[in-house]
């Protein structure tokens, strides 16, 4: 993955960005309304505070409500909502559906399953939203993605965003940016920075229409084909846990080794070596002293359960 770096201070769910470490001291931008410190979790682990200047989404997405930037994220408190653009799997060929799965168009007619294939040769349509069901999923050039895909055309072709919640987003990236079956404290370690990175990416999102993208530009996402048993007890055992310093929260750079971490993330602040992890969790470290190792002076934190 490579990314920009950086310290990210939310107030009520997002949205008082501030890039500069110096600024984040002074204006003491707490995330006391998102994370509730608990001492069991307090673990300490560098942060990456080299961030620049942090912009908004540039214009109102089709895909979100009218309230604003500073409205509530959707899904449930401590585990909200993540867009996830699939640009590994742009652009989008074709569409199919398992299960209870369907589609709609935006006036809310349902898109025949044997029209399906017909969605992007049409460019008068610009939005089609597909429902995974409760056992079924939306399969985009045959790989297939749980909850919600919707595919987008605002006039340079279409794009398909996978919405789910960023639990179950979670699990999916600890198996495409690990094996799985690697030492769970290493894949819990993962599932951490994983959970964080996403985090900061919901207050500072990507675009108007997604917060990040399925790539290593972003992080790894495979849908429903890289969640496995071990991806998911992991994601499970470390649930709504993230890593903050000073109040912000750390976006979580990591790299494959120590060596491809230094090269890409070195300006930017610290980085987990994977298979560093992986090699610490063998010698029988935790999950949390192994952040500890990498992102040194950040704690462990914990998303709110509740609304209030």
Known sequence: MAATAGLIGVVAWGVQAIG????????????ETLLESSEKDQATVPSSANGGEIHGPPNKSVLHSAHGARARPLGAPGNPIVRVALLSQSPPRAVDLSGQAECRFR?????????LKKLFTDPHLNLVTCQSGQNGAVVVNERPYPETVYFLNRGDGWIAINQLSLERYVASVVGAEMPSHWNPEALKAQAVAARSYALVHLVRPADSDFNLGDTTRWQAYGGLNSQSEPTA?????????????????????????????????SHLGASMSQHGAQNL???GL?????????????????LKTNAN
């Open 20 to 31: 500069q470490l110096d600024q984040q001291r002074i204006q003491k931008t707490k995330l």
């Open 107 to 115: 006036n809310g007619e349902v898109v025949q399953k044997r029209t």
């Open 233 to 265: 007890a992991a994601t499970k055992a470390t649930k709504g846990l993230v890593l903050s310093f000073q109040g912000g929260l750390v976006e979580s750079l990591y790299a494959s080794t120590s060596e491809i971490a230094a090269e890409a993330h």
């Open 281 to 283: 969790a063998m010698k």
């Open 286 to 302: 935790k999950f949390n002293e192994i952040l500890s190792r990498y992102y040194v002076g950040a704690s462990l934190a914990r």
